[in-house]
């Protein structure tokens, strides 16, 4: 497999600190992100308000690895 879901899933048990940007929105897609707030490895902590831009609505999260 080649491209970012690779690159991330061979970075991940060196990581400490993850900042997401949440977008709601939903498109097709044959690769994912790893569900941090479903993982027990991960806690969120911190987590900004919902901004809007274009009719986009996204929001930027902060976990650490428990």
Not at 15 to 30: G, Q, Y
Not at 31 to 51: H, I, K, Q, V
Request: aromatic share 16%.
């Amino acid at each position: 497999m080649l491209g970012g879901a690779s690159v991330f899933r061979q970075f991940m048990p060196y990581l400490d600190t993850i900042h997401v940007t949440k977008i709601d929105l939903a498109p097709e897609s044959d690769s994912f992100f790893e569900n941090l707030d479903a993982s027990p490895d991960w806690e969120r902590t911190e987590e900004e308000n919902w901004l809007e831009e274009d009719g986009l609505r996204y929001c930027f999260v902060t976990y650490k690895r428990i």
